[in-house]
């Protein structure tokens, strides 16, 4: 009887696949550690949760405050070229961030854009105060970000 319960089984799943959602790649792992703590996740789940909130928060803050024109009331305005031309200048710019700020993560990532913008479409002066800003803004926020690469 157990083999047919088990092909039954198999047979229902085949027929009735498991639902599925669709949730962008950036997010996987916030879905994921969510899903941790809703199933009963203990006191480290629900601080890896936590993590990766403020992780989030910290990067939000980080690129809303260095690239203001990009964000908020004139976001419509500035188009973002998505298409890098200039990878030297693509490179010194995530290394600005990686270097001050910590490694770029899945959600990081989605930033990258505005710096190809800054990269495409302004002089060598404003690219480095560009960096500047990421740098300053990290040191600025040391203490956050010092608990965030614990």
């Known amino acids: 009887m157990g083999y047919l319960n088990r092909f039954q089984n198999a047979v229902n799943e085949i027929k009735q696949p498991a639902k599925t959602s669709n949730v962008n790649s950036r997010d996987a792992k916030l879905h994921y550690l969510f899903n941790i703590v809703q199933n009963g996740g203990g006191f480290d789940a629900h601080q890896a949760l936590k993590d990766e909130l403020d992780h989030r928060m910290f990067i939000d803050k980080l690129f809303a405050e260095t690239f203001p024109k990009h964000f908020g009331e004139n976001a419509d305005e500035v188009e973002l070229t998505v298409q890098p031309e200039d990878f030297e200048c693509l490179r010194f710019l995530m290394e600005v961030v990686e270097n001050n700020c910590g490694r770029f993560s899945d959600y990081s990532l989605k930033y990258?854009?505005?710096?190809?913008?800054?990269?495409?479409?302004?002089?060598?002066?404003?690219?480095?105060?560009?960096?500047?800003?990421?740098?300053?803004?990290?040191?600025?926020?040391?203490?956050?970000l010092s608990y965030l690469l614990q």
Do not use: T
């Not at 854009?113 to 560009?130: D, F, P, R, S, T």
């Open 112 to 144: 990258v854009k505005h710096l190809v913008h800054v990269c495409e479409n302004q002089a060598g002066q404003q690219i480095l105060e560009a960096g500047m800003r990421i740098g300053d803004f990290c040191i600025e926020n040391q203490e956050a």
